[in-house]
């Protein structure tokens, strides 16, 4: 299943992670480990955010994807079920008429 991560980092989590060097190799094992759709980087309620959307193939990967996160940069993660616009057509078709 397709699935939107939001990822706020801790403020001096981060910044520690950028000082020691640990914050590109967090990002580099992440997009190594679980193979991302897309990963953008923001700000959102004035912290660093990161959205990766990828494919969650089973729901236990979800602890291996988002601990590495939790762990290093203090992170608060939520995970959402995302469809694509064909999804959203696919979806549509099914309703009633």
């Known amino acids: 299943m397709r699935m939107l991560m939001t990822v706020q980092m801790d403020t001096e989590a981060a910044n520690r992670a950028i000082q020691d060097g ?10 190594e480990r679980f193979k991302p759709e897309s990963i953008y980087f923001s700000t959102f309620a004035g912290r660093r ?41 696919q979806g549509v078709s099914r309703l009633p008429r």
Not at 22 to 31: E, G, H, N, P, Y
Not at 61 to 86: N, V
């Open 22 to 31: 640990s914050l590109a190799q967090l990002m580099d094992s992440t997009v």
């Open 49 to 89: 955010t990161m959205y990766v959307v990828f494919d969650l193939d089973e729901p236990a990967r979800m602890i291996e994807i988002a601990e590495p996160l939790f762990m290093g940069l203090k992170a608060k993660i939520d995970f959402a079920p995302a469809m694509s616009p064909d999804d959203v057509r």
